[in-house]
């Protein structure tokens, strides 16, 4: 039976590896605005979560997670390896992010995602989260997208 994945906080020398997944799997058409620096900047980050996902002790996924002070966090990325998709892994990342942030006090928790990726907005309503409005022009002026939230409240 294959072992489970581990998923923890990330160390600051995760950084560059944690920046290339999400320049090659989140940022990609875009600009590489989550670089080696503002990863690590976000390791360091009091009111922010950086997890990663390990499967057999190589880093496959992440997923950063913001407290803002208005009670509700902010998922900004997450990404699986593309070989370990459809697997349950991003579901046990994002389960551990949405633990974590109702350890924290939030009681909802709210997202923007390309409107273009429409896997993820698939992944993220099939665990609970509702779509909102449109932003257009979110990324870089050019991409629009799609709000999503669930309030932590209503699915244990
Ligand atoms: C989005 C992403 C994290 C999902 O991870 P994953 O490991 O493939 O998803 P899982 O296998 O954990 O799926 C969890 C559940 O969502 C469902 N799901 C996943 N993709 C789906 C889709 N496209 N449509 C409908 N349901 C979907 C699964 O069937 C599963 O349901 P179950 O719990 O009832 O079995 C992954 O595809 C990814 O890294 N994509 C690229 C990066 C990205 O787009 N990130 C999001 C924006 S920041």
Same mark, same amino acid.
């Given at each position: ?100 942030? %109702?350890?924290? #006090? ?5 997202? /923007?995602? @390309?409107? *273009?990726? !429409? ?10 989260? %509702?779509?909102? #409005? ?5 990324? /870089?002026? @050019?991409? *629009?997208? !799609? ?10």
């Amino acid at each position: 039976m294959p072992a489970p994945p581990t998923i923890r906080l990330a160390h600051r020398a995760e950084a560059h590896a944690i920046a290339r997944m999400s320049r090659d799997w989140i940022e990609h058409g875009l600009g590489w605005s989550w670089t080696t620096q503002r990863v690590a900047q976000a390791v360091d980050d009091a009111s922010t979560n950086v997890a990663v996902l390990l499967k057999d002790e190589r880093l496959e996924g992440f997923g950063i997670m913001q407290y803002p002070d208005d009670g509700a966090a902010h998922l900004v990325l997450l990404a699986v390896s593309p070989l370990l998709r459809h697997r349950g892994m991003g579901k046990q990342l994002l389960r551990w992010l949405e633990h974590s942030a %109702r350890l924290a #006090g939030s009681t909802e928790i709210r997202l /923007e995602c @390309r409107a *273009d990726n !429409v896997n993820a907005i698939a992944f993220y309503q099939h665990l609970g989260y %509702r779509q909102g #409005g449109m932003v257009g022009g979110y990324y /870089e002026g @050019r991409i *629009d997208a !799609v709000r999503l939230h669930k309030h932590m409240a209503a699915t244990p």
